[in-house]
């Protein structure tokens, strides 16, 4: 795991070898990624508050995902049963009974083991994967988060109010900064945070990626979670139609400035060694070739159709479309699917689409695409006893709804980290390979 000073020195060495105006280059890139957290406590168990937070956080999410779909195309263009949900919020007190709430309820999610006196608050990248940026000339370093689930660049401003002890942005000292008068940007989070700010173009560079006149948004006001010092930013790398900004994405600029022998990025996510290959893949990382999925949908998600999901070896739910996310953790798929495939599984309900099994005998989890068949570790789907001593384990599949439309599904790392997965800018497509 890599701390934060030490991903800002990585980054400081990158300023020190890239020229800002400098295109393309002799190959891919890689850039090393660091993980603060996961939905596991040290002592084995579940960490049921971290997961409550983390499912209004991707509600959140999504739900400016899809209000940006609606500005930029129109959400009914999107899919059949897309729609933007209410915001997602934490409850104001702890559920009475694990039995209070249905199987298919949307309602944000409650663990009865909170403590009433316990923090609300959602830290946006507590489970993010982070690596090294510069921004400006000369290059100003920030340590972001790379997010294929949203399409903005922000980073925290000099001027920002609540920013703590983030590094910030000052465009008074980049000679190629220019404001892009009239235009802002804000996300609301589900805590009442809020971050908002001036949207600039300046030169952006990447592990010696370079571009210039890259649009994104310093962060000039930040409240609530998002004011606490543990994050400079986001790199969204999903399609320009989520942009709130309404432009292009880095990595997008990046393939039509040529500052990329290809558009493809990949990732490898893992507890250590995870990395992010910028302008190809690296084929030290996985085996065999890569599987490609064309992508379903036009409206700027990463998704694909034809999925199928299996339960101990038997097609569970067919004909999914899915959405792969590496900034969220969990998988998400529609309540009923969900519920079906735990009561398959022997699988107890617990409250607000989360289920648990027997600790000793963790089911079997597998998706397709159309194509081979991709396990989910026992590792990566057991996320440990809901509570010391309990034989009874969390799953990391919900049953939530996010609004992204019928039968769509939401896989983020707890599916990512089984696999080597390939993002074609080039062929509109996604796909994944054995890890080696």
């Given at each position: 795991?890599?701390?934060?000073?030490?991903?800002?020195?990585?980054?400081?060495?990158?300023?020190?070898?890239?020229?800002?105006?400098?295109?393309?280059?002799?190959?891919?890139?890689?850039?090393?990624?660091?993980?603060?957290?996961?939905?596991?406590?040290?002592?084995?168990?579940?960490d049921l508050d971290?997961?409550?937070?983390?499912?209004?956080?991707?509600?959140?999410?999504?739900?400016?995902?899809?209000?940006?779909?609606?500005?930029?195309?129109?959400?009914?263009?999107?899919?059949?049963?897309?729609?933007?949900?209410?915001?997602?919020?934490?409850?104001?007190?702890?559920?009475?009974?694990?039995?209070?709430?249905?199987?298919?309820?949307?309602?944000?999610?409650?663990?009865?083991?909170?403590?009433?006196?316990?923090?609300?608050?959602?830290?946006?990248?507590?489970?993010?994967?982070?690596?090294?940026?510069?921004?400006?000339?000369?290059?100003?370093?920030?340590?972001?988060?790379?997010?294929?689930?949203?399409?903005?660049?922000?980073?925290?401003?000099?001027?920002?109010?609540?920013?703590?002890?983030?590094h910030a942005y000052?465009?008074?000292?980049?000679?190629?900064?220019?404001?892009?008068?009239?235009?802002?940007?804000?996300?609301?989070?589900?805590?009442?945070?809020?971050?908002?700010?001036?949207?600039?173009?300046?030169?952006?560079?990447?592990?010696?990626?370079?571009?210039?006149?890259?649009?994104?948004?310093?962060?000039?006001?930040?409240?609530?979670?998002?004011?606490?010092?543990?994050?400079?930013?986001?790199?969204?790398?999903?399609?320009?139609?989520?942009?709130?900004?309404?432009?292009?994405?880095?990595?997008?600029?990046?393939?039509?400035?040529?500052?990329?022998?290809?558009?493809?990025?990949?990732?490898?996510?893992?507890?250590?060694?995870?990395?992010?290959?910028?302008?190809?893949?690296?084929?030290?990382?996985?085996?065999?070739?890569?599987?490609?999925?064309?992508?379903?949908?036009?409206?700027?998600?990463?998704?694909?159709?034809?999925?199928?999901?299996?339960?101990?070896?038997?097609?569970?739910?067919?004909?999914?479309?899915?959405?792969?996310?590496?900034?969220?953790?969990?998988?998400?798929?529609?309540?009923?699917?969900?519920?079906?495939?735990?009561?398959?599984?022997?699988?107890?309900?617990?409250?607000?689409?989360?289920?648990?099994?027997?600790?000793?005998?963790?089911?079997?989890?597998a998706f397709s695409?159309?194509?081979?068949?991709?396990?989910?570790?026992?590792?990566?789907?057991?996320?440990?006893?809901?509570?010391?001593?309990?034989?009874?384990?969390?799953?990391?599949?919900?049953?939530?709804?996010?609004?992204?439309?019928?039968?769509?599904?939401?896989?983020?790392?707890?599916?990512?980290?089984?696999?080597?997965?390939?993002?074609?800018?080039?062929?509109?497509?996604?796909?994944?390979?054995?890890?080696?």
């Amino acid at each position: 795991m890599f701390c934060k000073a030490s991903l800002v020195a990585v980054a400081l060495a990158l300023i020190a070898t890239a020229n800002p105006v400098m295109k393309g280059g002799p190959g891919p890139v890689r850039i090393p990624l660091g993980k603060r957290s996961s939905l596991t406590r040290p002592d084995g168990t579940a960490d049921l508050d971290a997961a409550m937070r983390e499912t209004v956080r991707v509600q959140n999410k999504h739900r400016a995902n899809l209000m940006a779909i609606d500005r930029n195309i129109g959400i009914s263009n999107y899919q059949p049963g897309a729609h933007v949900p209410p915001l997602a919020t934490m409850p104001p007190s702890p559920s009475a009974s694990l039995h209070d709430r249905s199987p298919f309820g949307n309602e944000s999610f409650v663990w009865i083991r909170r403590q009433a006196d316990e923090s609300l608050t959602t830290p946006e990248n507590e489970n993010a994967w982070t690596g090294p940026i510069g921004i400006g000339t000369p290059l100003q370093a920030f340590t972001i988060d790379f997010d294929t689930g949203s399409s903005d660049l922000w980073v925290s401003a000099a001027s920002c109010q609540g920013c703590g002890g983030k590094h910030a942005y000052d465009p008074n000292k980049s000679s190629s900064s220019e404001a892009q008068n009239g235009q802002q940007f804000q996300e609301e989070y589900g805590d009442g945070s809020t971050v908002s700010g001036a949207v600039y173009t300046d030169d952006v560079s990447v592990a010696g990626v370079n571009v210039t006149g890259q649009y994104f948004a310093a962060i000039d006001q930040a409240s609530g979670s998002v004011s606490t010092p543990q994050m400079d930013g986001i790199m969204g790398m999903a399609w320009p139609a989520l942009s709130n900004i309404g432009q292009n994405p880095f990595f997008f600029t990046a393939v039509q400035e040529k500052a990329v022998p290809e558009g493809v990025f990949g990732f490898k996510l893992a507890s250590s060694g995870s990395t992010l290959t910028l302008g190809g893949t690296d084929s030290s990382l996985y085996s065999g070739s890569i599987e490609y999925y064309s992508l379903s949908s036009s409206a700027g998600y990463w998704q694909v159709g034809d999925m199928t999901a299996y339960v101990n070896g038997a097609a569970a739910a067919q004909q999914q479309e899915t959405v792969f996310d590496t900034g969220t953790t969990l998988m998400y798929g529609p309540p009923l699917q969900v519920s079906q495939m735990y009561t398959a599984m022997g699988a107890t309900y617990i409250e607000q689409g989360f289920w648990a099994f027997d600790c000793d005998s963790v089911p079997s989890l597998a998706f397709s695409f159309g194509g081979s068949t991709w396990n989910v570790s026992a590792d990566a789907f057991n996320l440990g006893p809901v509570e010391p001593g309990s034989s009874q384990c969390a799953g990391a599949l919900v049953g939530q709804n996010m609004g992204m439309g019928f039968n769509t599904w939401l896989l983020g790392d707890a599916f990512l980290k089984n696999v080597y997965s390939a993002w074609n800018v080039d062929q509109s497509s996604v796909g994944f390979a054995a890890l080696a």
